[in-house]
C-alpha cells in the first residue's frame, strides 16, 4: 500500500477551474494505477478518472469527458487532476486511489485511499 495525500481543493464558480493533485508516499507507487474518485451528500462514490501505472491509459467518466484531464509524474510521486468548465453538479469530496486497473475502473475499488479534499462549484 501507499500513502495519498489530496491538495487543492476549494471553492470556484461555475465555469471555473481547479487541478487537484496526489501526493503518494512509498517507493511502489509508480507500480500502481491510480484514480480520482468524488463522493456528493447522498449520492454514490463514484470514479471520476483513472490512469495506468505508466500512463499510458486513461479512463474518465462520460460526465467529465473533456473538462477534466489526469496526469502523473512518477518522479514526483504525484498524479493530478485538472478540472475546467466546472459545474456545480461536480461538488464533492474527491478522493486519490492507488490499486490495480481492474479495481479502480471496474470494481470501484481500492487498497489505499487519500483523507479526500472538498471540491464546491458555486452557480
Known amino acids: 500500500q501507499v500513502q495519498l495525500v489530496e491538495s487543492g481543493g476549494g471553492l470556484v464558480q461555475a465555469g471555473g477551474s481547479l487541478r487537484l493533485s496526489c501526493a503518494a508516499s512509498g517507493r511502489t507507487f509508480s507500480s500502481y494505477a491510480t484514480g480520482w474518485f468524488r463522493q456528493a451528500p447522498g449520492k454514490e462514490r463514484e470514479v471520476v478518472a483513472a490512469i495506468s501505472w505508466s500512463g499510458g491509459n486513461t479512463y474518465y467518466a462520460d460526465s467529465v469527458k473533456g473538462r477534466f484531464t489526469i496526469s502523473r509524474d512518477n518522479a514526483k510521486n504525484t498524479v493530478y487532476l485538472k478540472m475546467n468548465s466546472l459545474k456545480p453538479d461536480d461538488t464533492a469530496v474527491y478522493y486519490c486511489?492507488?490499486?490495480?486497473?481492474?479495481?479502480?475502473?471496474?470494481?470501484?475499488?481500492?487498497?489505499?485511499w487519500g483523507q479526500g479534499t472538498q471540491v464546491t462549484v458555486s452557480s
Open positions: 486511489a492507488a490499486d490495480t486497473w481492474t479495481r479502480l475502473v471496474v470494481i470501484l475499488a481500492a487498497g489505499s
